[in-house]
């Protein structure tokens, strides 16, 4: 009985320096669904930081969609959402914010303690996207496409998998891009998103040197990245054979490069591409003529696509695509000897690219 009663007792002490439930009923949070981070042009205030709040509404369809935008200048990006929740009634929430933003002009400047801040607060979750805004990320989150069907719907499904598959699309994650950050011999890629007649449009990336926007890629230029570095199926192909337009639908593409020393002893980076698709777009008659010619001069115009890419990356000193990482993998030496080689070696390394195009039909009609 003693025992009995002192188990009783011991319960009961225990459970005095428990603490309650801290989490807050979900009628008094306010969901942030797309984060901005912007330069603010004041030296005391550099950062401008916008937050997307869902409101909850009964209806789910086209236009039902409505969010609450809370912007502030703060010292720190910590400083200044702490600020924005004297502008709110309920608690926020990043526990559902998908979209972080990046101004341009911030991103040309530094990003570390925007990176900072999101990889180290503890409810954002490191699958969230990552992004560029042009102009400014406040201008994107101001955007509110007629055809929302709640809250931040339209960006989550342009770097899902649920919605469109784009091939000018890059999607880069906060792991992911921690990861580029911090590792040697690779450089971050972002989407770019601009405004587009009161909706968004992602076709371009840019490539960053760990800290800063660098380079701007064209569509065509991130839809070549995608190819040669994600084997990304829903994409196409074209070129002019005998001055007449030709698309190829890719099917399926597969690259792979390495890096070693040609017959004059100099380092060359050779990549090996393969496609195999469908015409989508072609002259007339075309089933009959050779496609052996036009899938070796559709080739031809492809490597030199690609080449003007890469070497654009090298002008840059940027690598986005990954070499350094492939040239301390093959060639490790012990420390950090593989990386100050590559150093040296990449701003005047060559580029050999050659690309197999197969065409496996030529569509529904001849």
């Not at 390495?258 to 089933?287: C, D, S, T, W, Y």
Request: charged share 25%; net charge positive.
């Amino acid at each position: 009985m003693r025992h009995l009663i002192f188990t009783v007792l011991f319960v009961f002490i225990a459970s005095l320096v428990l603490g309650g439930c801290g989490f807050k009923d979900i009628d008094k949070r306010f969901f942030v669904v797309a984060t901005g981070i912007d330069h603010s042009d004041n030296p005391n205030k550099p950062f401008r930081v916008t937050l997307r709040l869902a409101v909850t509404s009964p209806k789910i369809e086209p236009g039902a969609g409505k969010s609450q935008l809370e912007t502030i200048d703060a010292k720190t990006i910590a400083e200044g959402v702490r600020e924005l929740k004297a502008y709110v009634d309920k608690e926020l929430d990043f526990g559902h914010c998908k979209i972080f933003m990046i101004g341009e002009k911030l991103a040309r400047k530094e990003m570390d303690q925007a990176i900072n801040w999101m990889t180290r607060r503890r409810d954002i979750q490191m699958i969230a996207n990552v992004t560029i805004g042009h102009p400014t990320a406040e201008a994107i989150l101001k955007i509110q496409p007629k055809n929302e069907r709640y809250p931040g719907n339209t960006l989550f499904l342009s770097f899902g998998k649920e919605g469109t598959d784009s091939s000018y699309t890059v999607t880069e994650y906060i792991f992911g891009m921690r990861k580029r950050r911090t590792e040697k011999g690779i450089d971050p890629v972002l989407p770019i998103i601009m405004p587009e007649n009161e909706t968004y449009r992602i076709s371009q990336a840019g490539v960053l040197n760990k800290k800063k926007l660098i380079i701007i890629l064209s569509p065509e230029e991130t839809q070549l990245y995608n190819q040669i570095t994600n084997k990304y199926l829903k994409s196409s192909l074209g070129g002019n054979v005998e001055q007449d337009p030709y698309v190829l639908a890719v099917g399926r593409i597969q690259s792979r490069f390495k890096i070693k020393n040609n017959a004059q002893g100099k380092p060359v980076v050779e990549m090996r591409i393969k496609i195999h698709g469908l015409l989508e777009e072609a002259p007339k008659l075309v089933f009959d003529k050779d496609w052996a010619s036009i899938e070796q001069e559709l080739a031809k115009q492809y490597s030199k696509s690609v080449v003007r890419l890469l070497k654009k990356f090298q002008r840059q000193g940027v690598d986005p695509i990954g070499f350094g990482l492939k040239y301390r993998a093959t060639h490790y030496s012990g420390g950090d000897k593989s990386w100050q080689e590559w150093q040296g070696i990449y701003p005047n390394i060559e580029f050999d690219v050659q690309t197999r195009v197969t065409i496996e039909g030529t569509g529904l009609i001849k």
